[in-house]
């Protein structure tokens, strides 16, 4: 029994209607706000649920036609998925820590100067993504082959994109905040940013609201088996 998107929700609002009518009303609230155009609204729903940590196809295809009806470009579009293409490197920044941690069990007594290539990257790396973090401060000494190349990855976006710095930040806070990562450093490195770059705090708080969304897929995702099995069962 496939359901169309709207009848996950009209089949449970059958069961329990208060859960649905309290689920609408807490999606409406970042549209009854709007701090952000109804279309980058999209990018960043785009932003969350196309990142690694989610890639939940359904509502990607939904927010890519969405945002393209109101006016996004492809070029935009393709502008986020560079911009959520960099939370593979969360792998650097929470296991070189770790791994300087047990080096430090192991004897290590502190960091080794930066050589005149390593000062290189990170002047190019803070020039190019205008801020600089002590958590580079490790992979930029440990492995700055591996920190070059992210520069390079990570700063195309900045170089050939079209969105504002500020809304760059705030992609990134649309997936690093999202249940399925978490991403407390990054999280608060980008709300840092983005205020920098002229964002306001509300603008921000309706990127969260967005992501916050994701829960809901709940819904959308297990109601159709619920229903595939109860037909299974003779229509119970």
Request: hydrophobic share 40%.
């Amino acid at each position: 029994m496939e359901l169309t998107p709207s009848e996950p929700w009209e089949f449970v609002e059958r069961i329990d209607p208060a859960f649905v009518e309290a689920a609408r009303a807490m999606q409406r609230v970042p549209y009854e706000k709007n701090h952000l155009s109804d279309k980058f609204k999209e990018l960043c729903l785009i932003g969350c649920t196309a990142a690694a940590t989610y890639l939940h196809a359904p509502r990607v295809r939904q927010h890519v036609r969405r945002a393209l009806e109101l006016g996004a470009t492809p070029q935009e579009i393709v502008e986020v998925l560079e911009l959520i293409s960099t939370v593979g490197i969360h792998a650097m920044n929470i296991g070189v820590p770790l791994l300087v941690e047990v080096m430090v069990e192991r004897g290590r007594t502190g960091p080794e100067p930066l050589g005149a290539r390593q000062e290189e990257l990170k002047e190019r790396f803070t020039k190019l993504r205008g801020y600089w973090h002590e958590f580079w401060d490790e992979m930029l000494e440990l492995d700055p082959e591996m920190f070059g190349a992210y520069t390079e990855f990570s700063t195309v976006p900045w170089r050939t994109g079209t969105l504002t710095p500020a809304e760059k930040e705030l992609i990134y806070i649309s997936y690093d905040i999202a249940a399925t990562h978490l991403y407390v450093p990054g999280t608060k490195l980008h709300i840092r940013n983005a205020l920098a770059h002229g964002a306001t705090p509300q603008q921000v708080l309706e990127v969260m609201e967005l992501s916050s969304m994701l829960g809901l897929d709940a819904i959308t995702t297990a109601v159709p088996i619920l229903a595939e099995e109860l037909e299974a069962r003779g229509g119970q």
